[in-house]
């Protein structure tokens, strides 16, 4: 599929995925998901810095800075960004990753809770500010399917960031 990138602007709410590194995690996590991207998370920007807001196997959701781990690649997503959905969004930092979550996610189920898990965290985000993301079991949530479903409802193409010099933010 290929989508049309609307902008080289980094906003907030805006889905960065990272692609298998080829480590022992990142292989499993590509194998029973079936998908070349193993994490997902927000972009969040403050004072022309970028970070992002993600569920991670060590340490639950947190916040980091987005040029501590590139490349990444980023997917428009022109969600209305507002302060109760941040709120939100921030609300959530120090939980812990849902295991269970993750593994329920390889076998292709989708669990009946929202759970700390890097592709079910960002699609909550993305759906309260106004992504149409399925909820329901139509669809198993694995990073890679939320690239794809992100894309197709924005038709954003994936643009690669391999260094932060030059973003505008917005």
Same mark, same amino acid.
């Given at each position: ?10 906003? %907030? ?7 298998? !590194?080829?480590? &022992?995690?990142?292989?499993?996590? *590509? $194998?029973?998901?079936? +998908? ?41 997503? %022109? ?7 941040? !709120?939100?969004? &921030?609300?959530?930092?120090?939980? *812990? $990753?849902?295991?269970? +979550? ?69």
């Amino acid at each position: 599929m290929y989508y049309k990138f609307r902008s080289d602007n980094l906003a %907030n709410g805006d889905l960065l995925a990272w692609k298998n !590194d080829g480590t &022992l995690l990142g292989n499993a996590i *590509s $194998y029973w998901t079936r +998908g070349i991207y193993t994490h997902v998370g927000i972009a969040w920007t403050l004072h022309n810095r970028a970070y992002v807001i993600d569920a991670y196997h060590r340490g639950g959701v947190r916040l980091r800075y987005l040029g501590d781990d590139l490349p990444v690649n980023l997917i428009k997503t %022109n969600i209305k960004w507002t302060k109760e959905l941040e !709120d939100d969004a &921030l609300s959530k930092l120090g939980r *812990s $990753y849902n295991y269970l +979550g993750a593994a329920m996610l390889g076998f292709d189920i989708t669990p009946n809770y929202d759970s700390e898990v890097c592709s079910l965290y960002a699609a909550s985000i993305l759906r309260k500010g106004g992504l149409n993301i399925p909820k329901d079991k139509s669809i198993t949530l694995t990073p890679q399917k939320l690239v794809d479903k992100v894309c197709e409802l924005t038709s954003s193409e994936i643009k690669t960031i391999n260094n932060l010099k030059g973003l505008k933010y917005e």
